[in-house]
């Protein structure tokens, strides 16, 4: 089974701009994860889709969105862009499977905010 | 606050040395599981453990979870360069699919 894929894999942006990530989940996983992941803060949960529904979500601020389409895959957005939005940001896809729940991730796409 | 507590925070050792990385909480989990990520790369899966008192091997890294499922160990032996990176342990619980994230223990073996 191929793994999880994210594009691009690297992003140059200016304040100010907006951005979209995408990520395709492994086949069958219908649980899609985003992290924000910085030298200084770690990895930080941005929100978790399943079914094209948003199911969990963290502490980041409404410029962060979000969707999945009916065939698992997902999208992040970013808008407004900000310096301190420079970061790795990883998708992760789970299968639930009722006894207990792993996530593996993409290689994550580089955000640079200049 | 962070969920889960990872310690040490560094480690840097020789070649041939043996390490032990903590994964602590104060909250009960359904599963745990341990993460090696190489930097602009994402976190790769490990091993999960799922019953309290499971120990799993990995060649030469050894995982534990807690009796309680509250913490969890993994020891690696006799460390390889190969072993280098950022090892982050995840606890998933409470709302479903919720998976909480240690801060990471960055390890550093020395040929």
């Known amino acids: 089974k191929a793994g999880v894929t994210q594009t691009p894999r690297y992003l140059i942006k200016t304040r100010g701009q907006q951005v979209t990530l995408s990520c395709s989940p492994i086949s069958g996983h219908r649980s899609v994860s985003w992290y924000q992941q910085t030298p200084g803060q770690g990895l930080q949960f941005l929100f978790e889709y399943f079914s094209e529904t948003q199911r969990n979500k963290g502490n980041f601020p409404g410029r962060f969105s979000g969707r999945q389409f009916s065939n698992s895959r997902s999208e992040m957005n970013v808008s407004t862009l900000e310096l301190g939005d420079s970061a790795l940001y990883l998708c992760?896809?789970?299968?639930?499977?009722?006894?207990?729940?792993?996530?593996?991730f993409g290689p994550g796409t580089r955000l640079t905010v200049l | 606050t962070q969920l889960l507590e990872q310690s040490p925070q560094f480690l840097s050792i020789q070649e041939g040395e043996n390490l032990t990385v903590y994964c602590n909480s104060s909250s009960v989990f359904s599963s745990l599981q341990w993460y090696r990520q190489e930097p602009g790369e994402g976190p790769v899966l490990l091993v999960t453990?799922?019953?309290?008192?499971e120990v799993k091997k990995l060649k030469r890294l050894t995982f534990q979870f807690g009796d309680a499922r509250k913490d969890s160990s993994l020891h690696i032996t006799a460390a390889q360069p190969g072993d280098t990176g950022l090892y982050l342990c995840?606890?998933?619980?409470?709302?479903?699919?919720?998976?909480?994230f240690g801060s990471g223990t960055k390890l550093n073996v020395k040929p």
């Open positions: 995840a606890g998933a619980g409470g709302n479903f699919n919720k998976f909480y």
């Open positions: 453990v799922v019953t309290g008192g």
């Open positions: 992760a896809s789970s299968f639930l499977s009722g006894s207990y729940n792993e996530q593996f």
